[in-house]
Nanobody
């Protein structure tokens, strides 16, 4: 049974940093395209970043230069380091694992950027 568990969200001031984690079980993160999405109420889920089986990350324009996605195969976990956070980064962040027609999602973790 595949399970993705996000953690690391919380309340942070503008300009601050958070590191999100997505711990996987029942599958290997190195064998899937691992993605981070975010969603705010009333809006569609927005892709933030992904890291493929090659290990090279790609980012949405909104994340470039501020967010860094990484993967730890030994811990079977992916991370999203978020720096220089802005109020508009406030959202529920979701981790997803994609391979072919298979897609697994975590439950999400809330990130709130506010002073």
């Amino acid at each position: 049974q595949v399970q993705l568990v996000e953690s690391g969200g919380g309340l942070v001031q503008p300009g601050g940093s958070l590191r999100l984690s997505c711990a996987a079980s029942g599958m290997m993160v190195s064998s899937y395209v691992m993605k981070w999405y975010r969603q705010t109420p009333g809006k569609q889920r927005e892709w933030v970043a992904h890291i493929g089986t090659t290990g090279y990350p790609n980012y949405a324009d909104s994340a470039k230069g501020r967010f860094t996605m990484s993967r730890d195969n030994a811990k079977n976990t992916v991370y999203l380091q978020m720096n220089s956070l802005k109020r508009e980064d406030t959202a529920v962040y979701y981790c997803a694992a994609i391979r072919g027609s298979a897609a697994y999602w975590g439950q999400g973790t809330q990130v709130t950027v506010s002073s």
